[in-house]
């Protein structure tokens, strides 16, 4: 039982964590939003300027959504952390693409200084890893009929 416990928190801490780096990520973002699509250029997938505003704000949208749910625990019987898993994958295959056709050096994800790509996608490994773990003890170590914590 202890374990469970233990497991418990540690998931709870890595969401919080994660949720507080999604949530300064976004900070800046929001604050120049015109900066920031100009960084979604910089990827050459979206070529109509009135489409990346669009674009950064749907992103900014969507990381403030999930750094809140994370701080808060709200978990949608996993969702919210499938969604994490789900946008960082496609950002990282974004990242991917844009580094190796278009010699991508700031993948802009951390306006607060820059991340070469390859900094990026490890960052990206870990959170993709720090995710699964906390899936892990969603539907293995803490089930719901133990826990009424989900």
Known sequence: MKTKINHYIASRCLEMLIGIY?????????????????????????VSPHLLFYAAL???????????????GLRLKGLTIIVMQAMLIFFSTLITYAWINYGLEDCGCFPFFK????????????LIISGLYILWVIYRVCPVQEANWR
């Not at 749907?58 to 808060?72: D, N, P, Q, S």
């Open 115 to 126: 991340m070469s790509p390859q900094i990026s996608l490890i960052k990206n490994a870990f």
């Open 22 to 46: 999604f949530l300064l990520g976004a900070l800046p973002k929001g604050m120049d939003i015109d900066k920031f699509a100009v960084q979604i250029a910089a990827y050459k997938v979206i």
């Open 58 to 72: 749907f992103t900014l949208f969507v990381e403030i959504a999930l750094g809140i749910a994370l701080i808060t």
